[in-house]
Structures are given as structure tokens and as C-alpha cells.
């Protein structure tokens, strides 16, 4: 297993135990790469650096200020940025018109604002064959109750994944989302006690199965490879 050989990655939102971003990390380091893992809690990023021979930073993806750190600190390690991916979000389910302007424009900033300077803060770091990930949601193109601000600022930022490919590609960058739909983990498990909730999932799914953080970080090593 050494398709990322070689290469630098950053993952972004790999500081809850066992969630997509920490799995991702994980991928990457059986790959080859070298992994740097930034996000807010530094005991648990330092505690999975140590396990896969990687570096961590800490990272509020809010803040422009440590985002640019986070992107040095990469450099720093490993000499560039190869791969960088974000996980972050937050599952916020509220009744449209109960939305508070609070949590509106926490959502805003952590879904929308915060990759957008992320990837602004990436592009003049990369070169040559270089890769960034957004982790997104199916639900950026279909329709679930209570979940608008969620939904809105996943799909925002999907189309600015598109302008970003778009302007960068001709320089070797590439940028893409990943979507996945009801997936386990530590974000969804909650949900995961809703009777019935899982398997109405499961008989729309193609596989029979619901996605896995594993399945998502198949598809994040095919794109940064």
C-alpha cells in the first residue's frame, strides 16, 4: 500500500476519536504519505500523530490566522502540501424559521467561510501535481427536513470547489468534493438510534450497506494519488 508514497498530506477536522477525518489520516499514513492532522482538540490530534508517524497543529478552521499556521506548519514538516482535506462540519438539524442568526452564521462560518480561506491559504502553497478535498454531503443535492443551513452551506461550497478547479487546474492543482450519504460515524451516531431510521436508509442503497469513514477514505486516496 504506498500510492501516496511520497507525498504531504494535510487533514483538517481529525480531532474527534474515530471520525472520517481521523480515519482518513490514518489511509494516508498505511499509503505512504506524510501526514500532518490539524483541527481544535490538540491531545487527541497529538495522540493520533503519534500512532501514524505524523505531525499535529492546532486548527480552527474559522480563523483565517490559524488556518495559514496550519498550512506552515505542514510545509514545515514535510517540506509541502501535497493533499489537503477537509473534514470539518457540524450536523446541525433545526426547524427553518426556529434558525437562529447565532447558529446561522456559526454554520456559515465553519461550512462556508472557513474552507473557502482554506483553500485560498492552499493554493499559493501547491504546485505541480497537488490535491484538495472537500468533504461535502449528498445532502448538497437532495433534500432533508430541518437540515437548510447545513445543506446550503455544503453546496456553497461545492461550487466554489468547481471555480478552484477551474482557475487552478492549468497549474496541476486539482479540487474536488466528496459527498457521501448516511454514513457511521461519530458526527451521525446519535441519528443511529432513531428506530427504523437506518434501514429505511439501507433498502435505497445500491450495496445494500451503508457507507463507512473507510469507504470515504478509499475515495480521498484515489483523488490525492
Known amino acids: 500500500m504506498s500510492r501516496l508514497k511520497g507525498k504531504s498530506a494535510l487533514v483538517l477536522g481529525a480531532a474527534s476519536v474515530g471520525n472520517m477525518g481521523q480515519v482518513i489520516a490514518e489511509r494516508f499514513a498505511q499509503e505512504g504519505a506524510r501526514v500532518t492532522v490539524a483541527g481544535r482538540n490538540i491531545q487527541n490530534l ?53 434558525t ?22 492552499l493554493v499559493g502553497s501547491m504546485s505541480g501535481s497537488a490535491s484538495i478535498i472537500q468533504i461535502s454531503s449528498a445532502t448538497a443535492t437532495i433534500l432533508v427536513g430541518n437540515h437548510h443551513a447545513y445543506i446550503g452551506t455544503k453546496a456553497g461550497i461545492d461550487h466554489v470547489i468547481r471555480g478552484v478547479a477551474d482557475e487552478f487546474g492549468a ?55
Open 171 to 225: 497549474r496541476g492543482i486539482r479540487a474536488n468534493s466528496i459527498s457521501p450519504g448516511f454514513t457511521k460515524s461519530p458526527m451521525t451516531e446519535d441519528y443511529f438510534a432513531v428506530p427504523g431510521l437506518a434501514e429505511a436508509f439501507v433498502k435505497e442503497y445500491p450495496m445494500g450497506r451503508l457507507n463507512t469513514s473507510q469507504d470515504i477514505a478509499a475515495a480521498a486516496v484515489f483523488l490525492g494519488s
Open 100 to 121: 437562529s442568526e447565532e447558529d446561522l452564521v456559526a454554520m456559515m462560518n465553519l461550512q462556508f467561510k472557513g474552507p473557502y480561506q482554506f483553500m485560498q491559504s
Open 46 to 98: 497529538e495522540t493520533l500523530a503519534d500512532a501514524i508517524g505524523g505531525s499535529a497543529v492546532h486548527c480552527d478552521i474559522t480563523s483565517k490566522a490559524d488556518i495559514k499556521a496550519a498550512v506552515a506548519h505542514t510545509v514545515a514538516f514535510s517540506g509541502a502540501v501535497d493533499i489537503a482535506v477537509n473534514c470539518t462540519g457540524w450536523g446541525l438539524l433545526t426547524p427553518f424559521e426556529e
